[in-house]
């Protein structure tokens, strides 16, 4: 196989787009999105007032807090995995 050959099939290959196959799984049209989505955001804004509580005022306090957002947090994975 020749610099030129050799070339020509590398050009082909980087000009043609990979398939996507392997994130068909993550594109969810469930019913649930939305509600997912939405504890997913409380899950993230409890967790970031709760590590910035931890480290600035109370840890108890804090604790507390990322204790209830892990709770969003687990009814979004039962919702994922169930698929409900």
Same mark, same amino acid.
């Given at each position: 196989?020749? @610099?030129?050959?050799?070339?020509?099939?590398?050009?082909e290959?980087?000009?043609?787009r990979?398939s996507?196959?392997?994130l068909e799984?993550?594109r @969810?049209?469930?019913?649930?999105?939305?509600?997912?989505?939405?504890?997913n955001?409380?899950?993230?804004?409890g967790?970031i007032a709760?590590?910035?509580?931890?480290?600035?005022?109370d840890?108890?306090?804090?604790?507390?807090?990322l204790?209830?957002?892990?709770v969003?947090k687990?009814v979004?994975?039962?919702?994922?995995?169930?698929?409900?």
């Open positions: 196989m020749t @610099d030129e050959e050799l070339n020509k099939n590398v050009e290959a980087m000009a043609k990979p996507r196959h392997n799984p993550f @969810d049209s469930s019913r649930t999105r939305v509600l997912r989505l939405w504890l955001v409380i899950f993230m804004v967790a709760g590590l910035i509580i931890y480290f600035n005022v840890h108890n306090m804090a604790k507390w807090i204790l209830v957002s892990l969003f687990f979004e994975l039962f919702l994922r995995i169930f698929k409900i």
